[in-house]
């Protein structure tokens, strides 16, 4: 589980053990020491390697991963608004409904937890339909310009979410990159819509989108 502010939770439904990441392999990726997922203290870690001949998936591994039922349990527990992220197809968004959940984040963790997965922006219309405006839904990955929220927008995204671009804009020059970043893509944003003939977010719709 993750939080996107404090009191709102997130949790990831499609994740239940890391992907390989190559290029975090080829680069050496490690945490710093200091640095550790604190959610995480506590838990039983999975063991991907197992024994010697021996597949970890076919040994079980999956018997104990959470599935719906879980996410019904936790929608019992609290009163707070419960975000589902990873959500890649309509049938799980109508079981998320289904859950009473709150909003969705169509999610494909920016491609290096599992490859070939489509593209947020490809899995979302399907998902906008099944969903009929009931709940919010947010798009993560791959929002580089203010004309890939407009195109989020378009197709039934009521928000996105930044990820990547953030993290580099922070590791430049701190809470003022940040800032920096967040006023180029704003500008990008009523850029577009004004080029788009859009005087408001919410006149931003599918017929904006050109598909040969």
Do not use: Y
Not at 57 to 83: C, N, Q, Y
Not at 121 to 136: S, Y
Not at 177 to 196: D, K, Q
């Amino acid at each position: 589980m993750t939080q996107d502010r404090p009191g709102l939770p997130v949790v990831t439904v499609d994740a239940p053990v890391t992907g390989l990441r190559n290029s975090e392999q080829r680069a050496g990726f490690r945490l710093p020491a200091a640095v550790r997922a604190v959610n995480l203290d506590g838990m039983a870690m999975l063991d991907m390697a197992g024994a010697p001949g021996r597949s970890p998936v076919f040994s079980g591994l999956l018997d104990h991963a959470p599935g719906w039922g879980d996410i019904e349990w936790l929608r019992r527990e609290t009163p707070l608004p419960i975000l589902l992220k990873g959500i890649l197809h309509p049938d799980d968004a109508r079981r998320a409904l289904a859950c009473g959940i709150d909003g969705l984040v169509v999610s494909n963790h920016g491609g290096r937890t599992l490859d070939t997965l489509p593209a947020t922006l490809d899995a979302l219309p399907a998902i906008a339909t099944a969903v009929q405006g009931r709940v919010p839904l947010l798009l993560d990955g791959g929002i580089r310009r203010g004309t890939d929220i407009v195109k989020a927008l378009a197709l039934g995204a009521s928000a996105v979410l930044i990820g990547r671009p953030q993290l580099h804009a922070l590791a430049i020059a701190g809470a003022s990159g940040v800032a920096h970043l967040l006023t180029i893509l704003r500008t990008e944003l009523e850029v577009a819509m004004v080029l788009a003939g859009c005087s408001r977010p919410d006149a931003i719709d599918k017929n904006l989108v050109w598909r040969p």
